[in-house]
């Protein structure tokens, strides 16, 4: 199962079944959306799950390009990614829960072989505001998987108000052995499929609302589904990184954790500038600019002589590529060096200022403030600035 492959098996299964392809939108919410990036698959249909009829019908299936934020401290481990791809199919008020977790099912097992006694799901099991899902519960026992009720876990919404629900989450097994435990005792139980019921609107106070339609909104990582279906232990290693595990090593020598920072954070880059965006000091431009900061901070933690100016174009040809980005190389290489050259001679700034005696001990919350509106550090470039000059 390659990239390709996968992708395929995904949205013809959906398109067999009455659903309407849709393309997958940009990184860039609507200019009345006040999120920066898109965050999940449902987040540009937010308005259809609210009521509005979609032109295209009310059955919908996509691959949607996401990036989190929230995550970023994470990066440099096995699993997370700061741009990724969410495989969607969505029910406007049309199937119910029961028959999304039927396909759902049908698909693992039957379109991307995942034996059945290694699935596992968990459903929501109820609180003080609603009660539990046991239509969820009763189609998954008629399935024969294994299903463990729980409250926190199994309860999705894309902010603290709007449209949420109750959600089943689909569990494979990846461990060497024969399967054991649950999801919640056992880490090599991975999440690789959540089927949320979007039923509620939930309010600023905090209470639940339901909503015009009934509506069913599935998420898949992309990246998260090839390692587990091409027996990998981490998303570094499937094929979609190939020409990154192959290239970059030979370019500079990282240990692991910094390898997949600065793979993660140049993929991410690239994928950020072929939307459009270019590095400024607030809103997404920041966020640009934060990603190459973060990777050319890790770079020149060993050797200040490491240039972007050395980076494979096949790389950004094949992020840009499969990414369906046009706009070509050039222009993506361009913003990144010249952010690079802009970088370097704020890093020799900054080193003239923190190099002061006064800054030379434990920094206080005054010296951060100081620094940032003075001299215009902030303080995660500091804190960079710090590590990579001791």
Known sequence: ???????????????????????????????????????????????????????????????????????????????????????????????????????????????????????????????????????????????????????????????????????????????DTSPEGSPTTDPRWVEVWNHVGMRYRRHEDGSLTPLSQRNIDTGMGLERLLTVLQGRSSVYETDLFEPWTRLLPRLWDLDEPSFRLVCDHLRSGVVVIGDGVRPSPTGRGYVLRRLVRRLLTTLWQQDRGRTLSDLPRELVEHTLDHFRLPGGTDPVLGVLLEEERRFGKLLDRGHRVLSRPQFRGQLTEEDYRYLHDTHGLPRDLVVGLRGLHG
């Not at 898109?38 to 009829?53: C, F, I, K, N």
């Not at 009310?58 to 990066?75: F, G, I, K, S, Y």
């Not at 028959?99 to 039957?110: F, P, V």
């Not at 409250?151 to 902010?159: A, L």
């Open 1 to 175: 199962m390659n990239t390709d492959r996968t992708l395929r098996t995904f949205t013809d299964f959906y398109v067999e079944r009455g659903h309407h392809l849709i393309t997958g939108s940009t990184l860039l919410p609507p200019p009345s959306d006040p999120v920066l990036f898109t965050t999940s698959g449902m987040h540009p249909l937010t308005p259809y799950l609210e009521g509005r009829p979609h032109p295209q019908g009310r059955r919908l299936v996509n691959v949607q390009r996401c990036l989190r934020t929230t995550d970023l401290e994470e990066v440099g481990d096995r699993t997370h990614l700061t741009v990724f791809e969410m495989l969607g199919s969505w029910s406007l008020g049309d199937y119910g829960h029961s028959q999304s977790l039927r396909w759902g099912h049908e698909l693992l097992r039957d379109g991307f072989g995942i034996p059945q006694r290694h699935l596992y799901v968990t459903v929501f099991g109820g609180d003080d505001q609603v009660g539990p899902d046991t239509e969820s519960l009763r189609t998954w026992e008629e399935l024969d998987v294994p299903v463990e009720p729980t409250v926190e876990d199994n309860w999705w919404s894309n902010g603290p108000v709007g449209p949420c629900g109750p959600d089943s989450e689909i569990f494979v097994w990846t461990g």
